[in-house]
């Protein structure tokens, strides 16, 4: 397994879906996933996508400054550490931020977000 091809992968994905689709984000969480959003904890799939399709912006637009993966202690499972920028319909400027997951691999040879910690960075 190439860590980088399945984060790069995951990521390209990931975030599409998030900018065009939030609700669309649900196949990649399970019952045990957990998001930590700016500090606040959400368990569970439709728990996660709620609170992703509740933010108070409707159209923003991610781009990708880096990527970073390595291979986990649990067999076929990868910690991704994303930054970028994002961009909110109708804002000047781009706001930054860092995101992490651990992905596990399914039985079908897909893979799930356990975790999900979500950051933006203020200068």
């Given at each position: 397994m190439d860590t980088d091809v399945?984060?790069?992968?995951?990521?390209?994905?990931?975030y599409s879906t998030f900018d065009t689709n939030r609700a669309g984000l649900a196949s990649l969480y399970?019952?045990?996933?957990?998001?930590?959003?700016?500090?606040?904890?959400?368990?569970?799939?439709?728990n996660i996508v709620t609170k992703l399709t509740s933010l108070p912006f409707q159209q923003?637009?991610?781009s990708i400054t880096t990527i970073d993966s390595q291979p986990s202690v649990h067999p076929n499972s990868i910690i991704v550490f994303v930054s970028g920028n994002?961009?909110?319909a109708g804002e000047q400027?781009?706001?930054?931020?860092?995101?992490?997951?651990?992905?596990?691999?399914?039985?079908?040879?897909?893979?799930?977000?356990?975790?999900?910690?979500?950051?933006?960075n203020y200068a």
């Open positions: 399945v984060a790069r992968a995951f990521v390209e994905h990931y399970q019952d045990n996933s957990m998001l930590t959003f700016e500090g606040q904890k959400v368990q569970g799939a439709q923003c637009q991610h994002l961009q909110l400027h781009a706001l930054k931020f860092s995101q992490m997951f651990h992905l596990l691999q399914t039985p079908q040879n897909s893979y799930y977000v356990l975790n999900d910690i979500f950051r933006l």
